[in-house]
């Protein structure tokens, strides 16, 4: 009779069970969450600042207040926002505003032409809103045709520009018309008609560049313009589209410019304009060298930035002052930025 070996039988292996720490905190870490949410962040810490110190903060009046000053800047900033996505800038926007408010109010009070009545304010916005989109293809074709860098393309306009309203205005244009004036001063369910104006092109923004191939055909000739070409994108016809709405969107905010104020002052209308765009756009979190177009964080950095004015006004700083806070700004956004394509 054969002995049996003894067998060995493994013994069914237990399941084993990783445990992982979470990451333990590091300044890495804190600057990466800086760089994707430190605007959304510091606007609540700024609501937050003047629920407790600024009176009547919350009130109808002061909401109301903000919203209209911020609604032109949103909306000039949506272009802005495509305009620096493509490698570009427009320094011309103030001046286009200053043309457009301002052929928008001669022809409403009848020197340009002879018209009276509704059909009065359909022409005076529709020509407004022309001639700025002929601004912006100006812009395009010295940027396009003519290979002339966007910054001095459109330093062209914001020199000449206002010059060439003051000559057309020779003043100031004053009016008083309830129907128009409700433009930009209107309310419906006691929100400004502007607002919803302004919120309707954020939207429509936001959904051109995330859901459009000429959204990303913008995006693409930001980043890269050389490979862009290479695949088939017509960059020139982007760029020029690009300016062209960018002088629409000037127009607009011209037209509610004059219709806040029931006046044309060609030295006034738009003045700075510009800046408060770029700012936004900065402060937004879109780079300004191009290949970025952060529609969400733009409205954020521009509400941010007239909340941050607004605050500092309220407790009595100076004007002056405030523009360099807000330059402070531009400077840790671009750092913000570098940090990011560093990492």
């Known amino acids: 009779?054969?002995?049996?070996?003894?067998?060995?039988?493994?013994?069914?292996?237990?399941?084993?069970?990783?445990?992982?720490?979470?990451?333990?905190?590091?300044?890495?870490?804190?600057?990466?969450?800086?760089?994707?949410?430190?605007?959304?962040?510091?606007?609540?810490?700024?609501?937050?600042?003047?629920?407790?110190?600024?009176?009547?903060?919350?009130?109808?009046?002061?909401?109301?207040?903000?919203?209209?000053?911020?609604?032109?800047?949103?909306?000039?900033?949506?272009?802005?926002?495509?305009?620096?996505?493509t490698g570009g800038i427009d320094l011309s926007i103030g001046s286009v505003m200053s043309i457009a408010g301002s052929m928008a109010a001669l022809i409403f009070v009848g020197r340009i032409f002879s018209l009276s009545g509704p059909i009065s304010y359909v022409i005076a916005i529709l020509v407004a809103l022309l001639v700025a989109g002929l601004c912006g293809l100006f812009n395009g074709?010295?940027?396009?045709?003519?290979?002339?860098?966007p910054i001095v393309a459109t330093l062209i306009l914001y020199i000449a520009g206002r010059g060439i309203a003051e000559v057309l205005v020779n003043g100031v244009v004053d009016f008083s018309n309830p129907t128009f004036q409700f433009i930009g001063t209107g309310t419906i369910l006691g929100i400004p008609f502007q607002v919803f104006v302004m919120l309707l092109i954020v939207i429509f923004f936001n959904w051109l560049v995330r859901g459009t191939v000429f959204g990303s055909q913008v995006v693409a000739t930001g980043g890269n313009e050389a490979a862009a070409r290479l695949a088939g994108i017509p960059v020139a016809r982007v760029k020029l589209a690009v300016y062209i709405t960018m002088g629409f969107l000037a127009g607009i905010a011209g037209v509610f410019y004059i219709s806040n104020n029931s006046s044309a002052d060609p030295g006034g209308i738009g003045l700075g304009m510009e800046l408060?765009?770029?700012?936004?756009?900065?402060?937004?979190?879109?780079?300004?060298?191009?290949?970025?177009?952060?529609?969400?964080?733009t409205f954020i950095g521009a509400v941010f930035i007239q909340l941050l004015t607004s605050t500092l006004t309220a407790n009595n700083v100076s004007a002056d002052l405030s523009r360099v806070v807000e330059a402070l700004l531009i400077i840790l956004a671009v750092y913000l930025q570098k940090q990011r394509k560093a990492a």
């Open 141 to 149: 074709i010295l940027v396009t045709a003519f290979r002339i860098q």
């Open 1 to 85: 009779m054969k002995k049996l070996k003894d067998e060995v039988i493994p013994s069914p292996s237990l399941p084993t069970t990783v445990t992982t720490r979470p990451a333990p905190f590091s300044f890495g870490r804190l600057r990466e969450y800086g760089q994707t949410y430190g605007t959304f962040g510091a606007l609540i810490l700024l609501i937050i600042f003047n629920i407790i110190v600024t009176p009547h903060f919350l009130s109808t009046q002061t909401l109301s207040i903000n919203l209209y000053q911020v609604a032109e800047t949103v909306i000039l900033a949506m272009g802005m926002t495509l305009v620096i996505a």
């Open 276 to 297: 408060n765009a770029i700012a936004a756009v900065a402060v937004g979190g879109s780079s300004l060298l191009g290949g970025q177009a952060n529609i969400p964080g």
